[in-house]
């Protein structure tokens, strides 16, 4: 059993509150576990300068915890955001890309923030998760407005962490677990099966091809449920 009763290969509880803010054109609350990500999503009709005139639409993302989300305080990032907020933020952005035809976007961004409530590991991939939710829901007002093609929105994307813990392959790892994992994956993919990407290093030691092949079968199991979990929102 691990740290907070859970078995290897079963997720943390997880809750998508969607619309959960009045003011953005799409938003949603999730809760893996303890870790909560507010998660927003912005529509403005203009592309960054060097999409002009071509006719395709940007999906971005922006990413930040608040001071007190870790059990210590984190400054906030006043001086412009640290090198692990640009990687995070970014990998946010490729994610939700993948689940859009920029080109059926036309020329319009939509900004996804992403703010850390409270972090208990795996706001990256609660952030992507989340973030597809507000963006689906940003992206079908405008479907229903008769401003998109329907088919402007692709399959669903959906991330998921897994993990090697005192030499024990898991899903969905927590911060205590992550805090000692000997090999830490994040891993993105969409409905069809399909990665987006996949992040892996080996905190301690080094990993197989075959334990590869065990996490990336254990986060497929997990996205699996994810999806499930986001077309339950939309449908809220």
């Known amino acids: 059993m691990r740290f907070d009763g859970r078995a290897n290969e079963q997720m943390r509880p997880v809750n998508i509150i969607p619309g959960y803010l009045d003011h953005p054109?799409?938003?949603a609350l999730i809760e893996m576990?303890?870790?909560?990500?507010?998660?927003?999503?912005?529509?403005?009709?203009r592309?960054?300068?060097?999409?002009?005139?071509q006719g395709r639409?940007?999906?971005?993302?922006?990413?930040?915890?608040?001071?007190?989300?870790?059990?210590?305080?984190?400054a906030r990032e006043t001086s412009g955001p640290r090198a692990r907020t640009q990687e995070i933020k970014r990998l946010i952005g490729r994610s939700l890309r993948a689940g859009v035809d920029l080109t059926l976007l036309g020329e319009r961004t939509v900004t996804i923030d992403c703010?850390?409530?409270?972090?208990?590991?795996?706001?990256?991939?609660?952030?992507?998760?989340?973030?597809?939710?507000?963006?689906?829901?940003?992206l079908r007002k405008l479907?229903?407005?008769?401003?998109?093609?329907p088919r402007v929105l692709g399959m669903p994307i959906a991330a998921v962490s897994v993990g090697v813990v005192q030499d024990e392959i898991m899903l969905d790892l927590n911060y205590q677990e992550d805090s000692q994992?000997?090999?830490?994956?994040?891993?993105?993919?969409?409905?069809?099966?399909e990665y987006v990407e996949v992040q892996g290093t080996a905190e301690l030691g080094t990993f197989s091809r075959e334990?590869?092949?065990?996490?990336?079968?254990?986060?497929?199991?997990?996205?699996?449920?994810?999806i499930e979990l986001q077309r339950e929102a939309y449908r809220k």
Not at 58 to 71: C, I, K, N
Not at 143 to 149: E, F, Q, R, S
Not at 181 to 193: I, Y
Not at 211 to 226: C, N, V
């Open 47 to 53: 592309v960054p300068p060097w999409l002009r005139d």
């Open 115 to 138: 703010d850390v409530l409270q972090a208990d590991g795996g706001t990256r991939t609660a952030s992507i998760t989340g973030g597809y939710v507000a963006l689906a829901i940003a």
């Open 181 to 193: 994992a000997q090999v830490d994956f994040n891993v993105v993919m969409n409905g069809a099966g």
């Open 25 to 27: 054109e799409g938003s």
């Open 57 to 74: 639409g940007w999906v971005t993302a922006e990413y930040g915890m608040l001071p007190r989300s870790t059990h210590q305080r984190t």
């Open 33 to 45: 576990g303890r870790t909560r990500v507010i998660c927003t999503a912005t529509i403005e009709e």
């Open 143 to 149: 479907i229903k407005g008769g401003l998109l093609a």
């Open 211 to 226: 334990m590869i092949d065990q996490l990336l079968t254990l986060a497929e199991k997990g996205i699996g449920e994810m």
